[in-house]
């Protein structure tokens, strides 16, 4: 059994139910056809780390951590049909599965058509000549400058890219047949478009959700009308989850001595490493540390300190939204990070030694 399998999101949805389940069949479907999902975003996902070593883990241990940390935010009496568990656990997937050179399947080709990595690799030269670059210089740079500019521009796309893999496919050479990430043809064509756009949404502002989820997506004729997605729900439920999970999962201690990140990397992996899981408090998440940051750690402590801000904003605002909202969205029990407010009130919680940290800010 994987760990998402005990979470609460996926018994209520996804999992087998009790003998007389009525939908047994169509739940069935879903539920299959998310785990050969799961297991090709597995495989692509470990490429990941060959393209982008320095990054902290994003492979499937991430993917399926996200579950968890759903099933922590949301709370215990959240509302989720299978589909919205599919759109939901696919979202996971793909979200941040295009961090590499094989989510394009066309090859780096396609990459270097894109007019950002034109602009990055004349940025990159400019630092590097002093000047700007002639068009010739761009067309014919180094491949240090072009394997850094096609890493920028991997992460600067990754999202974008996102929304197209849960419908794309990849072709075997030698036999032109087509591989995709969601096999099942009906499955792909009814929930790919949606799983890409709410993936896509991470990377969003909180402000456009609304706008672009506003109507839910009806069920097929196979399942039970009931069964609808919820789009903006489960596009709120990404964002924020993928957020907060922040915790020592995403830095394993025996990965960061293997791979030795670079120093600017290396503080996130650093500050991730020590994180332990958060728990929820009425309806505060709360974070804390393994062990204390010493003065040589600061600059990791003061990582964290941004990041759980940036956690507490995206609860809040997607809070705001649901409160505000229309739609038939209920709210998340967690709803903010608790003692973000000031860098003494975390030190309580992200304990430090041998320093206090202080907002020096000019204000």
Not at 4 to 28: G, M, V
Not at 109 to 123: F, H, I, M, P
Not at 264 to 279: C, K, S, T, V
Not at 303 to 320: G, H, P, T, W
Request: aromatic fraction near 10%; charge should be negative; include cysteine.
């Amino acid at each position: 059994m994987f760990t998402f399998e005990n979470t609460r999101i996926w018994k209520i949805s996804l999992a087998p139910q009790r003998c007389d389940d009525p939908w047994e069949e169509p739940r069935r479907r879903l539920r299959e056809a998310f785990l050969r999902f799961r297991a090709n975003a597995a495989t692509l996902g470990a490429e990941i780390a060959r393209d982008l070593p320095d990054r902290t883990v994003h492979d499937i241990t991430h993917l399926d951590a996200l579950w968890e940390i759903a099933d922590l935010i949301v709370g215990e009496c959240f509302p989720l049909t299978p589909p919205e568990a599919f759109a939901l656990g696919g979202a996971f997937l793909v979200h941040d599965l295009a961090m590499s050179r094989a989510s394009y399947p066309h090859g780096l080709d396609s990459l270097r058509k894109e007019s950002v990595w034109l602009d990055t690799v004349a940025a990159l030269l400019r630092t590097r000549l002093g000047r700007p670059p002639r068009e010739n210089e761009i067309e014919t740079a180094p491949d240090d400058i072009a394997n850094r500019a096609t890493e920028e521009v991997i992460v600067a796309l990754h999202a974008q890219q996102a929304e197209r893999l849960p419908v794309v496919w990849w072709t075997k050479k030698d036999t032109g047949d087509h591989y995709y990430l969601i096999e099942d043809h009906e499955i792909r064509e009814t929930y790919g478009p949606t799983i890409g756009r709410v993936a896509h949404s991470h990377w969003w502002s909180v402000d456009d959700l609304a706008g672009r989820f506003s109507q839910p997506l009806g069920a097929p004729g196979w399942c039970p009308n009931s069964w609808q997605v919820n789009t903006l729900k489960t596009a709120c439920i990404l964002r924020v989850t993928d957020a907060a999970h922040l915790d020592e999962r995403r830095s394993p201690s025996f990965l960061r001595v293997l791979r030795q990140p670079k120093k600017g990397p290396d503080e996130y992996w650093q500050f991730q490493e020590r994180i332990l899981q958060p728990r929820l408090q009425a309806d505060r998440l709360i974070y804390s540390t393994k062990r204390p940051f010493k003065v040589s750690e600061a600059t990791s402590w003061w990582i964290c300190f941004d990041s759980l801000q940036m956690v507490d904003r995206e609860l809040r605002q997607v809070d705001a939204l649901l409160t505000d909202t229309r739609f038939d969205c209920p709210r998340f029990e967690a709803r903010a990070v608790m003692k973000v407010e000031k860098p003494e009130r975390l030190a309580e919680l992200i304990e430090t030694e041998g320093w206090i940290p202080v907002d020096a800010r000019i204000r």
